[in-house]
């Protein structure tokens, strides 16, 4: 009888102990009430769409959590440049950082492969790739290793939605990319693949790009569609080229420790907010960057180049001994097999 009334003690104990952790939290903290401030960095300023699908993802956050989120969200990188966000992610000072996976490259050097010029060139393919096992184990080895976790599903999110070169300039051929100076992101690979182009390149934060192009430091800049107006390069450079670089979606990276710290439901109200904002920009993009041309041709004296295949074919032909030599070296992340797949 003892026995059975110590069993019975023991495992009465242990289900009050698992209902007090589910109800209140590790912390002895009500869960349903614990509030959390997550602080969200970005480069791009709130007016450009992508800031206006940030915003909408941080009002439907709160909403969604019923105010137990409370989302800051700080663009135009007010908490600095791309090295430094992603530095303060890592040690939990922000908890999130919203941009393309590429720049995850300086932790895991598969992720540089997706802003090569001029390999990963349709929607389509990206999306497939980021679904891939290899993008997978990268995303693994980036939150085992380094804290980062990627939000949702890759490559809902669209960026651009194409890419295009910004310039004083217009750039029409191969022959026009020698020597132009070309404003660079921090990509030992991206550089040089735009180097073996011919371009001379320059290394600065995007938020200086308008005073770069207006004080003729540089001549132009790449950059996906939808960001030209916002960001108003137009005052400082009247040519506007497609390009159709490589295609851009973008990752709402977190801190992991951060993540795992909210309560389910709060994960999944950020779940759904996340793609609530994706939804946003696969109907918005397409339309913006329409718009956006109609307006910086018609009111800003734009000159818009669509260049045609037999260009943008040319720049790939140049480049692809470049990535096969590469490959053959594992370079940059790239791989025969990952060249056997994107190309």
């Given at each position: ?54 915003s909408l993802f ?17 663009p135009s990188e ?266």
């Amino acid at each position: 009888m003892r026995r059975k009334r110590f069993i019975l003690t023991i495992v009465m104990t242990v289900t009050v102990t698992l209902l007090f952790l589910t109800t209140w939290g590790s912390n002895g903290v009500f869960a349903g009430s614990q509030k959390f401030t997550w602080r969200i960095a970005t480069k791009m300023p709130p007016e450009s769409t992508e800031g206006q699908a940030f915003s909408l993802f941080a009002r439907r956050a709160e909403e969604l959590s019923n105010g137990r989120l409370k989302m800051l969200v700080f663009p135009s990188e007010q908490l600095g440049d791309i090295q430094t966000s992603l530095e303060m992610l890592r040690a939990g000072t922000i908890q999130m950082y919203l941009e393309a996976a590429a720049n995850f490259h300086i932790y895991v050097p598969g992720f540089d492969v997706l802003h090569l010029p001029y390999l990963i060139t349709s929607r389509e393919k990206l999306v497939e790739f980021f679904a891939s096992p290899l993008v997978e184990e990268w995303r693994e080895e980036l939150r085992k290793k380094y804290g980062v976790r990627f939000l949702g599903e890759l490559g809902k999110f669209v960026r651009g939605p194409w890419r295009c070169l910004i310039a004083t300039k217009p750039v029409l051929s191969l022959q026009d990319v020698q020597g132009l100076k070309l404003r660079m992101f921090r990509s030992e690979a991206y550089q040089a693949a735009w180097e073996y182009l011919g371009a001379d390149t320059i290394i600065l934060p995007w938020t200086e790009i308008y005073e770069a192009l207006k004080r003729g430091m540089i001549e132009g800049a790449t950059s996906p569609i939808g960001l030209v107006r916002g960001m108003k390069f137009y005052e400082a450079a009247k040519y506007l080229m497609r390009t159709n670089e490589y295609s851009q979606s973008l990752t709402f990276a977190m801190n992991d420790k951060n993540w795992e710290e909210l309560p389910p439901d709060l994960q999944k109200a950020l779940v759904q907010a996340y793609n609530e904002a994706c939804e946003f920009t696969q109907k918005v993009m397409y339309k913006e960057a329409e718009v956006a041309i109609k307006d910086m041709v018609e009111n800003e004296g734009v000159t818009f180049i669509w260049l045609p295949n037999t260009t943008l074919n040319e720049f790939k032909e140049k480049l692809m001994p470049l990535y096969e030599k590469w490959a053959k070296e594992k370079k940059y992340g790239l791989t025969e097999e990952i060249l056997k797949v994107l190309r």
